[in-house]
């Protein structure tokens, strides 16, 4: 079987349309949809998402504030920053783009966050809502995942996920969010690991694959079964001499031997990527409907 390619840049469009619909409803009652977006240091991976992140919000209406902070920052000032935020009007949603670096403490910063404002979704009162299965604002790229399976017609409910990846970003919420009793959801969830034993043990029975490990190749075609839907979380840069900066972007998939197998994939880049920060989007104008 060869498979449909997921088209995460249009499942990504249809939704930005709808959002900017509401931005445009929100305006008529003077309300803007505020976005303030804080970036330590120079990293040029953070650089180019939080960059992505601002152009979008342009594009359907939303205030972005941009905050470029030096490396050096001492945790009092960035928490002075969050503090500053917190209390802005003008602002529905802060994002501090991971990871921060070494020298500061990541999850006090996380914690100074209001939870109303928290559009990441990483505030601990926000994670801990998501595994009660109470409402909350759901974090952006597992959130991402769950809309482009139900938006591509994949029947989650009583399938055998097994998600590759325990990170806090997106293992540890996607596997939460699919095996909540929701819709959307109602699956069977295995989490594997870098301890797992015998992982293609565990991706051979799956029905949906869901690789989030953050290194290239880790989903193989002799890992999967005949007709499997695959969602490649994995973003890594690969050398490559024939491109021009020298590297091109692959995820944790060999995509083209697993193509042959699955029923439905996601390609690295255009899958996930955009979902991401249209979820981004998507919270931040629900904080401002909130508000
Ligand atoms: N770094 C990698 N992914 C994310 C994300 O979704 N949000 C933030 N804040 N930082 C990240």
Redo the contacts with the bound molecule.
């Keep these: 079987m060869a498979a449909r390619i997921i088209d995460g840049k249009q499942v990504a469009k249809d939704m930005r349309e709808e959002l900017k619909a509401k931005v445009a409803t929100l305006k008529e009652k003077g309300i803007v949809p505020g976005l303030a977006v804080i970036l330590v240091g120079e990293d040029p991976a953070?650089r180019s998402?939080v960059s992505a992140k601002e152009k979008a919000c342009e594009e359907i209406g939303i205030y972005s504030d941009d905050n470029r902070l030096p490396a050096d920052i001492s945790q009092e000032e960035l928490m002075a920053v969050v503090e500053e935020k917190n209390n802005d009007p003008k602002i529905n949603g802060i994002?501090?783009?991971?990871?921060l670096p070494g020298s500061l403490d990541e999850s006090e910063v996380l914690l100074a966050i209001d939870p109303a404002k928290d559009v990441?979704g990483?505030h601990p009162m926000n994670v801990g809502k998501m595994i009660v299965g109470e409402k909350s604002f759901l974090?952006?790229?597992p959130h991402g995942v769950v809309q482009l399976l139900a938006r591509s017609g994949v029947e989650v409910d009583g399938a055998h996920v097994v998600v590759v990846g325990r990170s806090n970003?997106v293992g540890k919420p996607v596997a939460n969010m699919l095996s909540q009793k929701k819709e959307n959801a109602n699956a069977t969830v295995t989490l594997c690991h870098t301890r797992t034993k015998d992982m293609a043990h565990f991706t051979k029975q799956a029905d949906i694959i869901i690789a989030a490990a953050g290194r290239p190749n880790t989903i193989t075609a002799d890992m999967v079964k005949d007709g499997v839907v695959v969602i490649d979380v994995g973003v890594n840069r690969v050398e490559d001499a024939t491109r021009k900066r020298g590297y091109r972007l692959v995820g944790d998939v060999d995509f083209d031997a697993v193509k042959e197998k699955a029923s439905l994939i996601t390609p690295v880049p255009g899958g996930v990527g955009p979902m991401?920060i249209t979820m981004?989007l998507y919270n931040t104008v629900e904080s401002a409907e909130n508000s």
């Design positions: 953070s998402y994002l501090v783009q991971l990871p990441d990483f974090p952006c790229t970003i991401t981004l």
